[in-house]
């Protein structure tokens, strides 16, 4: 099974900061990466997916990269609405799906 | 509107059963790959299950095969996951969730809440 490798497990950065949370795959997994955020006591929402695409009504200071193993999700400007745990997701069209450990940002 | 609603979340005993529904509604469920999700209160996210548009491939994380089975009724645009032998490990808010062919899950129900505990 591919194993979904986040870091960090949580950061501290200020408003206005550039943030960058990344995500390693145990093997390539192409395009087959999302990225998910979770706001406490609430449901995770799907951010960027298929590695870079993002999801209608997400902010554009929100980008995602990557290819094969090594993925990143990039915040160009941190906000107090941003404070939320993410995840990323590697998912294939089939088999088994595997999620990071998260990453916890806090203002 | 897209809404995804779980049910028959509960507290049952180690060894005990339950069986979970996610009705769907605002979209045509027999397109979409229907998926359940659960996360352990305070921890992470762990994908459960997920069934094809029809039903013709079902996969499951290993902690789950042979006691959990999921299964759809697209006539009645709901999914469901029969949850037995359950264990104390398995105490978790499960969602359900929906998933275009090869995309992942952009609809996530609120989630139900099973305990399993004595």
């Known amino acids: 099974d591919i194993q979904m490798t986040q870091s960090p497990s949580s950061l501290s950065a200020s408003v206005g900061d550039r943030v960058a949370i990344t995500c390693r795959a145990s093997?390539?997994?192409?395009?087959?990466l999302a990225w998910y955020q979770q706001k406490p006591g609430k449901v995770p929402e799907l951010l960027i997916d298929?590695?870079?695409t993002l999801q209608s009504g997400v902010p554009s200071r929100f980008s995602g990269s990557g290819s094969g193993t090594d993925f990143t999700l990039s915040i160009s400007s941190l906000q107090p609405e941003d404070v939320a745990t993410y995840y990323c997701?590697?998912?294939?069209?089939?088999?088994?799906?595997?999620f990071g450990q998260g990453t916890k940002v806090e203002i | 509107e897209v809404q995804l609603v779980e049910s028959g979340g509960g507290l049952v005993q180690p060894g005990g059963s339950l069986r979970l529904s996610c009705a769907a509604s605002g979209f045509t469920s027999s397109n979409y790959w229907m998926n359940w999700f659960r996360q352990t209160p305070g921890k992470g996210l762990e994908w459960v299950a997920h069934i094809h548009p029809h039903g013709s491939q079902i996969y499951y994380v290993d902690s789950v095969k042979g006691r959990f089975t999921i299964s759809r009724d697209n006539a009645k645009n709901s999914a469901y996951l029969q949850m037995d032998s359950l264990r104390a490990e398995d105490t978790a808010v499960y969602y359900c969730?929906?998933?275009?062919?090869?995309?992942?899950?952009?609809?996530w129900g609120q989630g139900t809440l099973v305990t399993v505990s004595s």
């Open positions: 298929a590695v870079s």
């Open positions: 997701l590697g998912y294939a069209s089939g088999p088994t799906w595997t």
């Open positions: 093997q390539g997994i192409s395009k087959y």
């Open positions: 969730a929906r998933s275009p062919h090869t995309r992942a899950s952009d609809y």
